[in-house]
């Protein structure tokens, strides 16, 4: 292993890499599929990048390879449904599709509605059938009542509840 250069390890170690693999997909009854290459930039449709790296057809068939050798000529001799052929074998759709306004915004609010309906009921069915019935120390009442007692007993007098309350006048002070 001395001997050889960094491409020829790089080769190998990938080469041992890719026998493993195949391997132990084949261990487990597994066909081996070809993947994607990742290392080369891939075709995709943006609004804030129109123009893309690659072009939309990698593998051109007999009728589009005539056509693209036809493109190399003068273009006036071309009609508008071959430039049009063209274009879709550069770009799969066009700035105008790209920003061409979709009813997908409906779907979104319809599911938010839906969620917020549904934890709705959630919330109604849990005050009418879980949750215990209000203490009676939470009624106004007894909020009252608890009031007066607080000042009958002159509950911090100097800067609290009871420092608010004319004795004299029995009423609130203004």
């Known amino acids: 292993m001395l001997g050889l250069s960094v491409f020829q390890r790089s ?3 990938k080469a041992r890499s890719l026998l493993s693999a195949v391997s132990v997909r084949a261990a487990h009854g597994h066909e081996i599929v070809k993947s994607e290459d990742l290392s080369m930039p891939m075709y995709c449709d943006r609004r804030d990048t129109p123009l893309p790296d690659i072009p939309y057809v ?8 005539a056509l693209k050798e036809k493109e190399k000529g003068s273009w006036k001799n071309l009609t508008n449904e071959e430039k049009i052929a063209l274009y879709r074998i550069a770009f799969h759709q066009s700035y105008h599709d790209m920003t061409q306004s979709s009813n997908e915004w409906k779907t979104v609010l319809g599911g938010a509605f839906l969620f917020i309906g549904f934890t709705g009921l959630i919330v109604w069915w849990q005050k009418a059938f879980v949750y215990p019935p209000r203490p009676h120390t939470l009624t106004e009442e007894w909020k009252e009542k608890q009031a007066r007692r607080m000042l009958d007993m002159q509950i911090n007098p100097v800067e609290g509840f009871a420092s608010k309350w004319d004795y004299e006048k029995n009423e609130w002070k203004k």
Do not use: A, F, I, P
Request: hydrophobic share 25%; aromatic share 0%; glycine share 0%.
């Open 11 to 13: 080769h190998v170690l």
């Open 58 to 65: 990698r593998k051109l068939n007999t009728e589009q390879t």
